[in-house]
C-alpha cells in the first residue's frame, strides 16, 4: 500500500469530517486488500488518510480517488474531472455512495467515437456524470452528441 504526502500548505480541521475520511480511507484499505491497490494521501504520522486512489484489479472495472481538503471534498473516476462536494457528513457519504458504486460495479459507462463517459447514480437520487477523450475522440470531434453504447463496470471482486 503506497503512501503519498498532502501537498504542502493546506491545513485541515481537526473535526469528525477530517476522521470520517480518515475512517474511510483505512476501511477501504482492509476491505480491498487482495482485490485492488490502495495508495493511501498522508499528512503526518499521527493524523489519519486524508484521502486515497484505488485501482483495482478486476478488468473492466473502474478506479477511483478522493481527497479532503480545507473547505471541500473531492472524488471522482480515474481520468475525469472530480467532482466537488461539501465539507460536511452528508459529504463524506456521498464520497463514500461514490466509492461503494466503484467497487460494486454499479458506475454505468458509455463508449464511443474516441469517448468514455461515467454515470454514477448517488442514493439520493442524483446523478453525477464525468467524461473523458483519447486522441482518437480529439481526432474525431464532430457537431452533435456521439452515440454511445452503455454498460456497467465490473466489480472489484
Known amino acids: 500500500m503506497p503512501l503519498f504526502g498532502r501537498r504542502p500548505g493546506i491545513e485541515l480541521p481537526d473535526d469528525q469530517v477530517t476522521a470520517q475520511v480518515g475512517a474511510l480511507c483505512t476501511d477501504q484499505a482492509s476491505r480491498l486488500s487482495g482485490v485492488a491497490t490502495v495508495e493511501l494521501i498522508l499528512d503526518e504520522a499521527p493524523k489519519p488518510p486524508t484521502g486515497a486512489w484505488i485501482t483495482p484489479r478486476a478488468v473492466g472495472a473502474v478506479a477511483v480517488s478522493w481527497e479532503q481538503?480545507?473547505?471541500?471534498?473531492?472524488?471522482?473516476?480515474?481520468?475525469?474531472?472530480?467532482?466537488?462536494?461539501?465539507?460536511?457528513?452528508?459529504?463524506?457519504?456521498t464520497?463514500?455512495?461514490?466509492?461503494?458504486?466503484a467497487v460494486t460495479g454499479a458506475i454505468e459507462?458509455?463508449?464511443?467515437?474516441?469517448?468514455t463517459h461515467y454515470r454514477v447514480r448517488l442514493p439520493d437520487g442524483s446523478v453525477r456524470e464525468a467524461a473523458r477523450s483519447s486522441f482518437k475522440g480529439w481526432l474525431l470531434t464532430m457537431p452533435g452528441k456521439p452515440r454511445l453504447a452503455w454498460s456497467t463496470t465490473a466489480p472489484y471482486s
Not at 79 to 92: D, H, K
Request: glycine share 16%; charged share 20%.
Open 69 to 93: 481538503f480545507d473547505d471541500c471534498l473531492v472524488a471522482g473516476v480515474y481520468g475525469c474531472e472530480q467532482w466537488e462536494f461539501p465539507r460536511t457528513t452528508a459529504g463524506v457519504a
Open 95 to 101: 464520497v463514500r455512495a461514490v466509492v461503494d458504486a
Open 109 to 115: 459507462v458509455g463508449t464511443g467515437r474516441g469517448q
